[in-house]
């Protein structure tokens, strides 16, 4: 069932998707290779119904991708090698390897495939893990979700098996709702913001 909502300058909606929204998927804990001039996006997602909307999200991008089963239940998702994704690459990685960019933009699709990858609800929350280790960077995406009206609190998960962005309230919640859209045909309906 599609729910009406009012479209976000921001949101999903709102521009076209483009391969630079996969970005999402590295904030999620996904990887970067690179090759010459082209560059390859990989992650590990614990369910299915991920596998299968991050893989369809490329498409949408003109990008393949394929799911893989992996030894464990987790499934493996990659990109192609593909030029489209150089520029992502670039500003991800340096020659020593993965390296966080110096600034963060966040809008609705680069949300959106991060929920899909990682998201997840809680009683009265809503959470992003987050795998970057960089305590700048997070900072600076707590500062652009913060600036989309989306103010989360960085908070180590239990166990101090990483940190997770976890946003409150009822109008953060709605707006992050707003900026990522309806949930993926596959998405059950505990899972997706609403």
Same mark, same amino acid.
């Given at each position: =069932?599609?729910?009406? +909502? !009012?479209? &976000?300058?921001?949101? $999903?909606? @709102? &521009?076209?998707?483009?391969?630079?929204?996969? $970005?999402?998927?590295?904030? $999620?804990?996904?990887?970067?290779?690179?090759?010459?001039?082209? %560059? !390859?996006?990989?992650?590990?997602?614990?369910?299915?119904? #991920?596998?299968?909307?991050?893989?369809?999200?490329?498409?949408?991008?003109?990008?393949?991708?394929? $799911?893989?089963?992996?030894?464990?239940?987790?499934?493996?998702?990659?990109? %192609?090698?593909?030029?489209?994704?150089?520029?992502? %690459?670039?500003?991800?990685?340096?020659?020593?390897? #993965?390296?966080?960019?110096?600034?963060?933009?966040?809008?609705?699709? /680069?949300? *959106?495939?991060?929920? =899909? @990858?990682?998201?997840? *609800?809680?009683? @009265? %929350?809503?959470?992003?893990?987050?795998?970057?280790?960089? !305590?700048?960077? #997070?900072?600076?995406?707590?500062?652009?979700?913060?600036?989309?009206?989306?103010?989360?609190?960085?908070? +180590? +998960?239990?166990?101090?098996?990483?940190?997770?962005? #976890?946003? /409150?309230?009822? *109008?953060?919640?709605?707006?992050?709702?707003? =900026?990522?859209?309806?949930?993926?045909?596959?998405?059950?309906?505990?899972?997706?913001?609403?």
């Amino acid at each position: =069932m599609s729910v009406t +909502r !009012q479209l &976000s300058l921001f949101g $999903a909606g @709102a &521009s076209a998707p483009e391969p630079a929204d996969l $970005a999402g998927l590295l904030l $999620a804990g996904g990887e970067i290779a690179r090759q010459r001039d082209l %560059a !390859q996006i990989s992650i590990v997602v614990h369910h299915p119904w #991920r596998a299968a909307a991050i893989v369809g999200e490329c498409a949408r991008r003109g990008l393949a991708a394929t $799911a893989v089963s992996t030894v464990d239940e987790p499934i493996g998702v990659r990109t %192609a090698y593909a030029e489209a994704l150089s520029p992502l %690459a670039r500003a991800w990685t340096d020659d020593l390897g #993965r390296r966080p960019p110096r600034r963060v933009s966040l809008d609705g699709w /680069v949300l *959106r495939l991060w929920a =899909m @990858a990682v998201g997840h *609800r809680e009683p @009265a %929350a809503y959470v992003l893990p987050i795998s970057e280790p960089d !305590q700048a960077f #997070r900072d600076a995406v707590g500062a652009a979700l913060a600036g989309l009206g989306i103010a989360a609190q960085l908070v +180590r +998960r239990r166990g101090g098996a990483g940190e997770t962005f #976890r946003i /409150v309230g009822r *109008r953060r919640l709605d707006r992050l709702a707003e =900026m990522v859209g309806d949930p993926p045909k596959q998405a059950p309906p505990d899972i997706w913001p609403s």
